[in-house]
């Protein structure tokens, strides 16, 4: 059982006491130009608890808004909002003024720390929501920015004492299926992450360069490129934009060891498997969206690392059932992290049986408590929280994804999983990525239509449609096969990578 202090402020725990405990010259974070020690991240954030302190007015309990790509500076004023014992809601870079606005006014935000290059949209929101008080932009080399201000207040600053209760973390859902919720998350909460998954799974040495994909206002990034490398001692690059490419340059020029990032990542990155099978990468993080058995392949013969697959949530935080590589299973997420419990319920939330596929049920030290949201009590039932995810135990007690509820085809009477479609479709050499999806038919009900981006080289017709369909059926029952394909030149996805099927649906028909 993870016992915490009544009192406890997660900065104090992760910053203030490793540079307490002698790491303050270790490297801690690198980004945008920048090498910072944990001695240095202390004093920037505690020059920006200052600031928002002192001159913005901040006092315990604030919910200030953070906006900004992956860089140090963000980190820093994560940190500062927490030590100065206010609510940290980090941001998607790509949200637009309409979406910034429904979160300041959800969570009812009174300050703002933007990167000037994102300043544009918040400004707009800004204009249309009073409760926003003070914004302060940083990356800013005038007279009126962050920088000169922290320039003018001292690198010394006393935690606000906080419970370990305090609510520290506003997390918003992505919101794919109506408005965003918000997630609430306590100190410990944040402690806790880092006493299960990685000290349980990842099991980093002090020695690993930690690099990745996620933004930090996704929680899979929060953890994994910024609490967790700090928890064990570690360092971290926080990269601005995270393509394929510049996670490989990354990684090279930094020498990193342990990679964050999802699926679709993992498949374009494969093709540099030379490069980093000679590289300093070892340890592989996967997660965001269900890892296919065919990726899980292809990333192990390109690099001859094995991925750790983890499903995690907003609502949990982060990563709450995985494999490390020893225990991993082609085709399983893994078993429950220790400090958490899950398992597969029927509709009215009673567990099924090994092997019966059901709803995937969660509970753990990190949640699931939503803002102010109705929504809470059909998320959360008896404590436990429905992750709208279908999986099944095997006999061995590994969780087996199947799909989202919701992404389940029923064409002509048949229950197809659309992403076991597109686990098959991964299989086919010309296939970079896909999407699958059912459409009204009036005989079946629904077919599967599948969404094809092919690799390089391959050529988009009805030949490549029927070798695709052909090889399909060959792979798994053949009613599965999608009855339509089309060729695009990308999917569409989130800011967390995850597919938007929904925007493949025809407007105002299908499921
Ligand atoms: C899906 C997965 C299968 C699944 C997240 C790690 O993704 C994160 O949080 P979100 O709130 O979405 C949660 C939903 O995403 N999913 C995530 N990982 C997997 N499905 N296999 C996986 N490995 O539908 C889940 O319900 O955006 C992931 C850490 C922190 C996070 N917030």
């Known amino acids: 059982e993870l016992q915490f202090a009544p009192r406890l402020n997660c900065a104090t725990e992760l910053l203030d006491k490793a540079v307490a405990a002698g790491w303050g010259n270790r490297l801690c974070i690198r980004g945008a130009g920048l090498r910072w020690t944990y001695a240095d991240l202390q004093a920037q954030a505690n020059r920006i608890a ?6 913005m ?18 980190a820093a004023c994560w940190f500062a909002v927490i030590k100065s014992g206010g609510i940290a ?4 870079p790509m949200l637009r003024a309409k979406e ?8 009812q935000i009174s300050h703002a720390l933007c990167d000037l290059r994102l300043a544009e949209e918040l400004q707009l929101a800004a204009q249309k929501c009073p409760v926003l008080r003070q914004l302060h932009c940083f990356n800013d080399p005038s ?10 207040q001292s690198a010394r600053f006393d935690n606000i004492d906080t419970a370990a209760d305090d609510t520290c973390i506003l997390a918003f859902t992505s919101g794919t299926t109506g408005v965003p919720k918000a997630t609430m998350h306590f100190h410990r909460d944040v402690m806790a992450i880092c006493a299960c998954w990685p000290a349980h799974v990842l099991r980093p040495s002090p020695d690993d360069v930690f690099i990745g994909s996620p933004p930090m206002a996704f929680t899979f990034g929060l953890g994994g490129l910024l609490l967790f ?34 699926p679709t990542s993992y498949r374009a990155l494969a093709a540099q498997g030379e490069a980093l099978r000679a590289g300093t990468l070892r340890r592989c993080v996967s997660a965001g969206e269900a890892l296919p058995a065919a990726t899980r392949a292809l990333w192990h013969e390109a690099t001859g690392i094995v991925l750790i697959d983890g499903i ?10 995985s494999a490390d590589e020893a225990q991993s299973r082609p085709g399983a997420t893994g078993k429950p992290v220790p400090g958490y419990q899950a398992r597969v319920v029927d509709a009215e939330g009673r567990p099924l049986p090994p092997n019966t596929v059901g709803h995937l049920a969660v509970r753990g030290p990190t949640g699931c408590r939503y803002l102010d949201d109705p929504r809470q009590a059909q998320y959360v039932q008896n404590g436990w929280n429905l992750t709208g995810d279908a999986y099944l135990v095997d006999d061995d007690g590994y969780f087996h994804y199947q799909s989202r509820t919701d992404d389940m085809i029923i064409s002509a009477g048949y229950n197809i999983a659309a992403c076991e479609v597109e686990e098959a479709l991964l299989l086919h050499p010309a296939v970079a990525e896909c999407a699958v999806i059912g459409v009204p038919d009036a005989e079946r009900g629904q077919i599967v239509k599948a969404f094809v981006v092919l690799r390089p080289g391959q050529e988009a017709g009805p030949d490549t449609a029927r070798a695709l369909q052909d090889f399909v059926k060959q792979t798994v029952a053949p009613y599965k096969y999608p009855r339509a394909v089309e060729f ?3 999917l569409p996805r989130t800011e967390t990578s995850k597919l938007q099927r929904f925007r493949l649906r025809p407007p105002g028909g299908g499921s």
């Not at 995690?312 to 059932?321: A, R």
């Open 100 to 107: 910034l606005q429904v979160i300041i006014e959800k969570a």
């Open 312 to 321: 995690g949530s907003t609502e949990m935080l982060h990563i709450f059932i």
């Open 488 to 490: 695009l030149p990308a």
């Open 229 to 262: 490398p700090m928890k064990f001692g570690a360092s971290t690059v926080l990269l601005e934009k995270a393509s394929p490419a510049q996670l490989l340059e990354g990684i090279r020029d930094h020498g990193a060891s342990v990679l964050f990032t999802a």
């Open 50 to 55: 200052n600031v928002l302190v002192h001159d």
């Open 89 to 92: 809601v980090a941001t998607m």
């Open 143 to 152: 007279d009126d920015g962050l920088e000169a201000a922290m320039a003018r």
């Open 57 to 74: 007015g901040l006092v315990p309990g604030n919910r200030v808004l953070l906006r900004a790509p992956n860089t140090p500076m963000l």
